[in-house]
């Protein structure tokens, strides 16, 4: 199967990367921040217009989720993910794999896949490399993730390294699965991109191993899984030192399920370019916003009479027409309007910082910038 990514290294700064990354949906800018629509929507009440209007690139879709409900048949019946959710950039669908471990109570993991209970009301389920395909396909992502086996930290060698080997061999199942689905004409995207996923747990010597059995796979880009999963940050900003100079250069490069601001600036200094986390939708949800000054609790009593944006340094429209006096009032009085506005303001800061980022990159002085705020923008103030 061709791959059919067009990734082009624009510039470079000592390993930080900027990219463009050209999809049947539109072309990403990189470094890019994917932002998180677990059932098809961001939880804090944000649309597809939204994002359009915060500055979002990508979509992330979960397709556990979406397969238990409504269920992938009746998304593909209506049409794919793009036209039932009305977004029309990239969108990412991750395979299940990370949400079965850690939400099943009950899994049995076999070389077939993994028989698990739904937590929603406990039926059984089966899901295997070539069922998640089929999710995938039913779904028309952009970009589908393979299926691979999270293992939780810490982890013993041995079962680590059997785990690898077993994601390599769903991976190249995944890889057939995909090319059959698109062959036989059943893809709701006949342009969907496959990405491989890195794991070896925290061990320098399987990640890397890994790496090179997975990079032979030709496959349209390359994520680390596994790590921001409770490991100490400096080993997981090892792991990623560890594996990059072994992840092909010509191939978009995806860190998934992190982080903070500072944890992507990090990784952005390491060679990655892709990013998603629920941290910023979450965390506005409970009053914890970003600004350029540190992050604010606005349900701090402080705030209560202060008539200042949330960050004055801010565009975003909630900073352009809301009082931080206003946002704690709606938070505090339990208003929805409240969780909307400020998902709306740490989104548009996650996705105005990748920008940020570009544009440091662009002007080779993002050494400079990293050297600013990465710490900055990770204190509580």
């Known amino acids: 199967m061709p791959s059919l990514t067009t990734y082009t290294l624009l510039k470079q700064e000592h390993n930080a990367r900027r990219g463009e990354f050209k999809t049947v949906h539109g072309t990403v800018q990189t470094p890019a921040f994917q932002n998180v629509a677990t059932a098809g929507a961001i939880k804090g009440g944000l649309s597809a217009q939204d994002l359009k209007d915060i500055g979002a690139q990508v979509m992330l879709c979960n397709t556990y989720h979406l397969h238990l409900r409504p269920g992938d048949k ?8 793009h036209k039932f959710t009305r977004w029309n950039g990239p969108i990412l669908t991750d395979s299940g794999g990370f949400q079965v471990f850690s939400l099943a109570k009950l899994r049995k993991i076999t070389e077939e896949g993994v028989t698990f209970a739904s937590h929603l009301d406990g039926h059984r389920i089966f899901m295997g490399p070539e069922e998640s395909m089929q999710i995938q396909a039913n779904l028309g992502s952009t970009i589908a993730m393979a299926f691979d086996e999270c293992v939780e930290n810490p982890a013993q060698h041995d079962y680590s390294k059997d785990s690898c080997e077993r994601t390599t061999r769903w991976l190249k199942r995944c890889k057939a699965e995909m090319a059959r689905l698109k062959h036989e004409g059943i893809s709701v995207n006949p342009d969907q991109l496959l990405f491989g996923i890195n794991q070896g747990c925290t061990y320098a010597d399987l990640r890397v191993e890994h790496m090179k059995q997975i990079a032979e796979l030709e496959l349209d880009g390359y994520a680390i899984g596994g790590l921001a999963v409770g490991e100490p940050t400096e080993v997981m900003y090892e792991m990623i030192s560890q594996v990059e100079p072994y992840m092909p250069k010509d191939k978009i490069r995806y860190l998934m399920g992190v982080g903070t601001p500072g944890n992507i600036i990090e990784a952005v200094a390491r060679g990655v370019d892709l990013f998603d986390c629920v941290m910023p939708s979450r965390n506005a949800r409970h009053g914890h916003l970003n600004t350029w000054s540190g992050i604010i609790n606005i349900k701090n009593a402080k705030y209560e009479r202060d008539e200042r944006p949330i960050d004055p340094a801010c565009g975003c429209p909630v900073c352009r027409n809301y009082s931080r006096a ?29 920008e940020r980022i570009r544009d440091e990159l662009d002007a080779g002085t993002f050494t400079a910038f990293h050297d600013r705020y990465v710490k900055l923008l990770d204190t509580r103030i």
């Open 326 to 354: 206003y946002i704690r009032h709606l938070l505090k009085a339990d208003e929805m309007l409240g969780m909307r506005l400020t998902v709306m303001h740490n989104l548009w800061f996650y996705n105005h910082l990748m």
């Open 74 to 81: 009746l998304v593909a019946d209506m049409g794919g993910l």
